[in-house]
């Protein structure tokens, strides 16, 4: 693949791209994040209001260009040209744990783990490669009982006490 628009600028190989908006070039920086660890070799990624910047150099060759910047580079093109727009929902299911004892509850003394798992498996069964389900740090609604939030509506879930009530969760992700 040809590395066309890209650019050798102070010893790192780097694109700018254009867009309307700000949510295709957000969707594309969560993508083009998974694919630098999966790689294992991390690019400068910058987004803003119509524009989104790669910009990679290895760090271990003295801050140069190397075949593993080109590699990184031809995977960014292709998310790009293929138009991945990253995942349409984000679910953050919060499996924060306190010591026992502490002064709030904590969700994954709570099952929330299980519960997170559950609704992974939930979205999966329904074909939903575009739904994201992950664990979460504290979310701050501990009170409440284990808690999740679906992005980018911003809408929060208490999450049922039996795994049996995930169904009834995973029909918000559709």
């Given at each position: 693949m040809?590395l066309?628009?890209?650019?050798?600028?102070d010893?790192?190989l780097?694109?700018?791209?254009?867009?309307?908006?700000?949510?295709?070039?957000?969707?594309l920086?969560?993508?083009?994040?998974?694919l630098c660890?999966?790689?294992?070799h991390?690019?400068?990624v910058?987004?803003g209001?119509?524009?989104?910047?790669?910009r990679?150099?290895?760090?271990d060759a003295?801050?140069?260009?190397t075949d593993?910047?080109?590699?990184?580079?031809e995977g960014?093109q292709?998310?790009?040209d293929a138009?991945?727009?990253?995942?349409?929902?984000?679910v953050f299911?919060?499996?924060h744990?306190?010591?026992?004892?502490?002064?709030?509850p904590?969700?994954?003394?709570r099952?929330?783990?299980d519960?997170?798992?559950?609704?992974?498996?939930?979205?999966?069964?329904?074909?939903?490669?575009?739904v994201?389900v992950?664990?979460?740090g504290c979310?701050d609604?501990?009170?409440a009982?284990p808690s999740?939030?679906?992005?980018?509506?911003?809408?929060?879930?208490?999450?049922?006490?039996d795994?049996?009530?995930?169904?009834?969760?995973?029909?918000?992700?559709t």
């Amino acid at each position: 693949m040809a590395l066309e628009g890209w650019q050798e600028v102070d010893g790192a190989l780097q694109r700018t791209w254009t867009f309307d908006g700000m949510a295709r070039p957000a969707a594309l920086a969560a993508a083009i994040a998974g694919l630098c660890d999966r790689m294992g070799h991390h690019a400068d990624v910058t987004v803003g209001w119509g524009h989104l910047t790669v910009r990679t150099t290895t760090h271990d060759a003295g801050g140069t260009v190397t075949d593993l910047d080109r590699t990184l580079a031809e995977g960014v093109q292709g998310l790009v040209d293929a138009g991945v727009d990253g995942f349409r929902r984000h679910v953050f299911v919060c499996t924060h744990e306190r010591p026992e004892g502490a002064g709030r509850p904590s969700c994954a003394r709570r099952g929330s783990m299980d519960l997170m798992v559950a609704l992974k498996r939930a979205a999966r069964e329904r074909g939903l490669d575009d739904v994201r389900v992950q664990k979460s740090g504290c979310l701050d609604h501990c009170e409440a009982g284990p808690s999740a939030v679906i992005y980018p509506e911003g809408r929060w879930l208490t999450l049922p006490a039996d795994v049996a009530k995930v169904e009834e969760l995973a029909q918000d992700l559709t």
